[in-house]
C-alpha cells in the first residue's frame, strides 16, 4: 500500500505515471466523461484549514470516477485534541478507501500514514503541497511539451508550495532557481547541488520558463502580515520582473492571490499566465492520483 505525502517518496518513474494517467483521464473526461472506475470507493477527507480547490477538486474528481467522498472539518474531528490520530486513522480505516487530510503539521499527515491501513494523501501541510506540484508538472508539460532542461524559478517566501516544486524538479530532471528574503529561505535548498537560492529576484528569474508565485502570507501567518508584506515587497512578480524570464515564459500561481501583492493583475491575467488552467489541472491531476491508490495502479481502460 501506498501513501502521498510528499514528492520525495516517488521515483520520476512513478510520477510520469501519475502524469500521464492524467491526461488520459483528463482527454476521456472533455470527450464526454470518465468511466466509474473507483465506482464504491469513498474517500474521507479531513480539512483543519479552509479550501477551495483543494475540497472541490477532490469531492468533484471522486464523483467523476464513480466514486463519493466525505468531508470532515476541524469541528469534527478535532484531529490529535478530541482524538488522538491513531484512534482518528484506525477509526476512518474501516469506513473508507482513502483519506485525505489538509493539515497545519506535518506531523499529522505522516502519523495518520502510520496507522491507517488505507492509503493517505497529503492535501496540504506546513511543509509540503505535494498534490499542487503534481498538478504544477501537469500544466507545465501541457504548454511546453517536456520537463526535463526546463528552468523553473520560485520567487517570495519558502513555503511548503517551494518544498514541493524543489522536490519535482529534482525527480523530473529541471533547474530550478528560488529567491527568498534573508530569513525566509526555503530550508536546505542553498546546499543542494544544482539549485540556485538567492536573496535577488532577478537572477532566480533570469532566463526562466516558468515563473512561479505564491502568498507571503500563508495560513497561520496572519499575525506577521505587516510584517511580511513590507520585507516581500521587491519579491513582486510584475512587468518589470517578467522581463528578465525567457519570452513567453509561464506565470504560475498556486492561489488564492493576494493581488497587488506577491503578483500585480497585469500579470496575473497576462497572456502568460496560467493560473487558471493550472487550477483546473488540481482536477485531473488528483483524479490520477486517486486512481493510483485507489487501485494500486495506474493503468486503466481509458
Not at 478507501?97 to 497529503?122: C, K, Q, Y
Request: proline residues 4%.
Amino acid at each position: 500500500m501506498r501513501h502521498f505525502l510528499e514528492l520525495s517518496d516517488w521515483s520520476a518513474s512513478d510520477l510520469w505515471d501519475l502524469l500521464h494517467l492524467a491526461v488520459r483521464l483528463k482527454t476521456e473526461w472533455q470527450a464526454g466523461g470518465n468511466k466509474p472506475i473507483l465506482a464504491g470507493k469513498i474517500l474521507g477527507m479531513i480539512f483543519q484549514k479552509p479550501s477551495l480547490r483543494t475540497r472541490v477538486s477532490f469531492e468533484v474528481g471522486m464523483h467523476h470516477l464513480g466514486g463519493h467522498a466525505i468531508m470532515l472539518g476541524p469541528d469534527e474531528i478535532g484531529l490529535g485534541k478530541r482524538e488522538s490520530i491513531a484512534d482518528v486513522a484506525r477509526v476512518m480505516s474501516g469506513y473508507v478507501d482513502g483519506i485525505m487530510a489538509r493539515v497545519f503539521a506535518h506531523e499529522h499527515v505522516t502519523e495518520l500514514a502510520r496507522w491507517a491501513s488505507v492509503p493517505v494523501i497529503n492535501g496540504l501541510s506546513d511543509d509540503h503541497h505535494p498534490c499542487q506540484a503534481l498538478a504544477d508538472l501537469l500544466t507545465i508539460y501541457e504548454r511546453c511539451g517536456q520537463l526535463e532542461g526546463l528552468k523553473l524559478a520560485f520567487v517570495g517566501d519558502g513555503n511548503n508550495v517551494a518544498a514541493s516544486l524543489l522536490q519535482a524538479a529534482q525527480k523530473l530532471g529541471m533547474h530550478f532557481a528560488i529567491a527568498t528574503p534573508e530569513g525566509y529561505e526555503l530550508p536546505n535548498a542553498a546546499t543542494l547541488p544544482g539549485i540556485i537560492a538567492t536573496d535577488n529576484p532577478r537572477l532566480a528569474v533570469a532566463d526562466a520558463d516558468i515563473v512561479y508565485t505564491d502568498t507571503w502570507v500563508s495560513m497561520g501567518q496572519e499575525a506577521q502580515s505587516g510584517e511580511r508584506e513590507t520585507v516581500f515587497a521587491p519579491y513582486q512578480v510584475n512587468d518589470d520582473l517578467l522581463r528578465s524570464a525567457k519570452p513567453g515564459a509561464l506565470v504560475m500561481h498556486c492561489l488564492p492571490a493576494h493581488r497587488g501583492q506577491e503578483i500585480t493583475d497585469a500579470v496575473a491575467d497576462g497572456s502568460q499566465s496560467v493560473i487558471f488552467p493550472q487550477a483546473h489541472n488540481r482536477l485531473h491531476a488528483q483524479k490520477a492520483l486517486l486512481v493510483a491508490l485507489l487501485t494500486q495502479s495506474t493503468e486503466t481502460a481509458v
